[in-house]
């Protein structure tokens, strides 16, 4: 069997299992094409075979690879953590517009660190703290930062339970999806922690733990800057409004 041969027979998405072969064979997808009448081993047709049927039951191409892409860097990811979504790009950029030179910023529930690492990576000069319950998590994110060379330092806490002095700048992007939004046992989401996802409840516990503690956390004038679900607007600025 030969590359082309195994594109053939893969019943996924062609993309997708370009991918996977290249993450396999550890090639580039360019090298696919000059070297798809090349010979596999039966050891790579039985590693690529697998990989395409975990994608077949839908298992996420980023915990098959193992990384995902955020803000321009390559990330770690393993089915400890939330798989980074371009949309909370914008929350780096609005971090990093945001900051003042030297400042301090504190991300509630890193997960792989990408809103921390990519914070870091761009601002040198911010003094970057980030939290997560989940110590897996946490293990997930320090290998990020190191791999970038950023200094972040990372708590284990329940958002601001171990969290100590104020911060030029809170971001998160919390676990906001309703408990009962059918989205959870759809696609991706099926394979990602579910303590990264939802509060269990309406989605809104979380924001409001942030929102709540965040005046004894933020410095006069500071921001916080935080994701939340495309239906929950009003309930986010009338809690936002409750807490000055
Ligand atoms: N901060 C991480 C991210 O944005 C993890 C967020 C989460 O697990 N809810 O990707």
Known sequence: MNIEGLLKLALIDPLDARILLAHALKCTRVQLVIRSKDELTPQQVTEVSELLMRRMQ?????????????????????????IPRPE???????????????GSALDLGTGSGAISVALAYE??????????????????????????????????????????????LIVSNPPYIAASDPHLSQGDLRFEPRSALTDGANGMMHIGTLIDG??????PGGW?????????????????????
């Open 88 to 102: 909370t790009e914008l929350l780096v950029e609005l971090a990093k517009e945001r900051l003042p030179k030297g």
């Open 123 to 168: 601002r040198r000069d911010a003094k970057v703290t980030a939290t997560d319950i989940s110590d897996a998590a946490l293990a997930v994110a320090r290998r990020n930062a190191a791999h970038h060379a950023v200094n972040v330092q990372f708590v284990h806490s329940d958002w601001y339970a171990n969290v100590d002095g104020q911060f030029d």
């Open 224 to 244: 916080l800057l935080m994701e939340h679900g495309h239906d929950q607007s009003a309930a986010t600025r009338a809690l936002l409004e409750r807490a000055g």
């Open 214 to 219: 965040a005046p004894a956390h933020l410095t």
């Open 58 to 82: 839908g298992e996420p191409i980023a915990y098959l690879t193992g990384e995902r892409e955020f803000y321009g860097l390559r990330f770690e990811v393993t089915p400890d953590v939330l």
